[in-house]
C-alpha cells in the first residue's frame, strides 16, 4: 500500500486564498495588500473580517489610532470596549470622565481642580491617550 505525502498549508496559502475570494467580493487588491506587508499572512486570515468590520463601525482613524497605541492587531475585535472617545487632551478626558462617572457639586469659581494630575496620577494607568483617541487598557 502507498501513502500520498502529506499536504501541508501556510499561513501564507491561506491568506491568498482568502485574498483572492475578498477579491472576487469586490474588496481593494492595495488594501488586503497593505493589511499584510503591515500585519503579516496569519493576521490577515485570522483579523482582517474584524479589521473591517472595525473600520466600518469606527473609521480608518480610530482603527489606526488604536493599533498605533500599541494594542495588537488580534485585539481588534475588542474595539468598542476599549474604546472612549477623541478629547483634545488628557486633562478634558480626566474632565469628562470624572464629571460623567461621579459628578461635580457646585463648587465656588475659585476652586481649581488640576486635571493633568488626575490624568497623569490616576487615570493614565488604566487608559491611554494616543493622538486624540483615549481607550482603556483593561477591556
Known amino acids: 500500500m502507498e501513502l500520498s505525502p502529506t499536504t501541508t498549508f501556510s499561513f501564507e496559502d491561506y491568506a491568498e486564498a482568502l485574498l483572492e475570494d475578498l477579491l472576487e467580493e469586490g474588496e481593494d487588491r492595495d488594501e488586503m495588500e497593505a493589511f499584510i506587508e503591515e500585519h503579516g499572512h496569519e493576521s490577515f486570515y485570522n483579523h482582517?473580517?474584524?479589521?473591517?468590520?472595525?473600520?466600518?463601525?469606527y473609521d480608518q482613524e480610530t482603527v489606526d489610532a488604536f493599533l498605533g497605541?500599541?494594542?495588537?492587531?488580534?485585539?481588534?475585535s475588542r474595539l468598542s470596549?476599549?474604546?472612549?472617545?477623541q478629547y483634545d487632551s488628557e486633562e478634558e478626558f480626566a474632565e469628562n470622565f470624572v464629571n460623567e462617572c461621579y459628578g461635580l457639586p457646585e463648587m465656588p469659581s475659585w476652586i481649581a481642580i488640576d486635571w493633568k494630575e488626575t490624568w497623569e496620577d490616576g487615570l493614565s494607568w488604566d487608559y491611554t491617550f494616543y493622538d486624540g483617541y483615549?481607550?482603556?487598557?483593561?477591556?
Open 81 to 85: 470596549d476599549a474604546y472612549y472617545g
Open 69 to 76: 497605541a500599541d494594542f495588537d492587531i488580534s485585539d481588534i
Open 48 to 57: 482582517f473580517d474584524e479589521y473591517r468590520q472595525a473600520v466600518k463601525d
Open 134 to 139: 483615549v481607550f482603556c487598557n483593561h477591556y
